[in-house]
């Protein structure tokens, strides 16, 4: 019982303590400007070859907590095999020093949840991405009224066995 008191009474401490620090003067940073993640947000849906098939392409994408990040969802469907799809969610936004910092979490679950960083120069963004069944560097462009999405890298078989892959996928905004 005695334990049970002076637990409460820290919690209690730490819970009132906690809220007279961002009451002096802890504020969330101003909303995130970007031109090039403004460009992306949006519906968008496009087209990709994906090992040999052709899937339909859905993206949509949209800022969120404080304008600080997009939030990417992401889905595929193979146009020959209805149940040949893949989803994924991804998260991005842009550290105090510029560069890109990136997370992506897919169909696989969370063992294969990815974090890369890179840069946005102009109407190009370059990301490298590591999970522990894959790297990838992407490029994210806009050209010809499009966004244009370029990866190239190689997946990890549960055997450490390394299979390449390149895929452009070119998505134009939904109406």
């Known amino acids: 019982m005695k334990h049970a008191k002076l637990f ?9 303590t906690s809220g007279l620090s961002y009451s002096q003067g802890m504020m969330p940073p ?11 947000v949006g519906n968008s849906s496009g087209e990709n070859l994906i090992n040999g098939k052709i899937h339909k392409e859905n993206v949509e994408i949209k800022w969120d907590i404080n304008h600080q990040f997009i939030v990417i969802n992401y889905s ?7 149940e ?14 510029g560069k890109v910092k990136t997370w992506w979490f ?3 679950g969370a063992g294969n949840a990815s974090a890369g960083e890179g840069t946005i120069s102009g109407d ?22 499009m966004m244009i999405v370029t990866r190239k890298g190689h997946y990890k078989t549960q055997d450490g066995k390394e299979i390449p892959f390149e895929d452009v996928s070119k998505f134009t905004r939904n109406k």
């Open 76 to 82: 595929s469907q193979n146009k020959d095999n209805a």
């Open 30 to 40: 101003k909303p995130l400007e970007n031109e090039f993640f403004d460009g992306m």
């Open 8 to 16: 409460i009474a820290i919690a209690a401490l730490i819970f009132l």
């Open 106 to 108: 897919d169909v696989w």
């Open 124 to 145: 190009k963004m370059q990301i490298t991405e590591n999970s522990p069944f894959y790297h990838s560097d992407n490029t994210y462009e806009f050209r010809d009224k």
């Open 84 to 97: 040949d799809i893949y989803q994924g969610l991804g998260i991005y936004g842009i550290d105090a020093s």
